[in-house]
């Protein structure tokens, strides 16, 4: 069975960093395509940003909104997968998806980030 | 950006009814090499992360039941339940996997009336 379980979300001030984690289980972790998507409270669906497997060229990609400020990275050996986000700003509160793919087939249940002072 | 428009924005049928959602892409999410259609669309119920539905458009994830479809090309899409159930009571997304960012739709939310 496909798990995938974030962590590291938090009460955090404007201007501060936060590190997420995800773990994936039950599926080829190394050839996975690994993607965070977050949800403001009340709202819809925003793409934050994908790594692909290092046999794809492990390419990383980012939604405008956080380029230059959310950095996103692997552990294949561990089989988890990272956001870094620094120079955080209210609008950054939401829940925290990470999935899995070129279409999302897998989602975690999600970790909630609050920027707030 | 593709902008990932859907309508309605909200949704009421009676059970047993059929339930239409569209989705209109900004630009064309066809890939002309392999003809296939960048599109997918998942269903969120209150409190869950969203559940993948469709992908290509019109093929359905595994488990999905076949009361879902979806259907389009290029730049118009549809999903429809052909019978609705008080199981398919959620918020159902667009989403383009086309070109980066990989955009949603705003999202309909789908009542029972």
């Known amino acids: 069975e496909v798990q995938l379980v974030e962590s590291g979300g938090g009460l955090v001030k404007p201007g501060g960093s936060l590190r997420l984690s995800c773990a994936g289980s039950?599926?080829?972790?190394?050839?996975?395509?690994m993607n965070w998507v977050r949800q403001a409270p009340g709202k819809g669906l925003e793409w934050v940003g994908r790594?692909?497997?290092?046999?794809?060229?492990?390419?990383?990609e980012y939604a405008a909104p956080v380029k230059g400020r959310f950095t996103i990275s692997r552990d294949d050996s561990k089989n988890m997968v990272y956001l870094q986000m620094n120079s955080l700003k209210t609008e950054d509160t939401a829940v925290y998806y990470c999935?899995?793919?070129?279409?999302?087939?897998?989602w975690g249940q999600g970790t909630l980030v609050t920027v707030s002072s | 950006d593709i902008v990932m428009t859907q309508s309605p924005d909200s949704l009421a049928v009676s059970l047993g009814e059929r339930a239409t959602i569209n989705c209109k892409s900004s630009?064309?999410?066809?890939?002309?090499?392999?003809?296939?259609?960048?599109l997918a669309w998942y269903q969120q119920k209150p409190g869950q992360p969203p559940k993948l539905l469709i992908y290509?458009?019109?093929t359905r994830e595994s488990g999905v039941p076949d009361r879902f479809s979806g259907s389009g090309s290029g730049t118009d899409f549809t999903l429809t339940i052909s019978s609705l159930q008080t199981e398919d009571v959620a918020v159902y997304y667009c989403?383009?996997?086309?070109?980066?960012?990989?955009?949603f739709g705003q999202g309909t939310r789908l009542e029972i009336k």
């Open positions: 790594i692909k497997s290092k046999a794809d060229g492990g390419t990383i």
């Open positions: 039950g599926f080829t972790f190394s050839n996975a395509w």
């Open positions: 999935n899995t793919g070129q279409f999302f087939d897998y």
């Open positions: 989403q383009q996997y086309y070109s980066n960012p990989y955009t």
């Open positions: 630009q064309s999410v066809l890939y002309n090499s392999n003809n296939k259609n960048y």
């Open positions: 290509w458009a019109s």
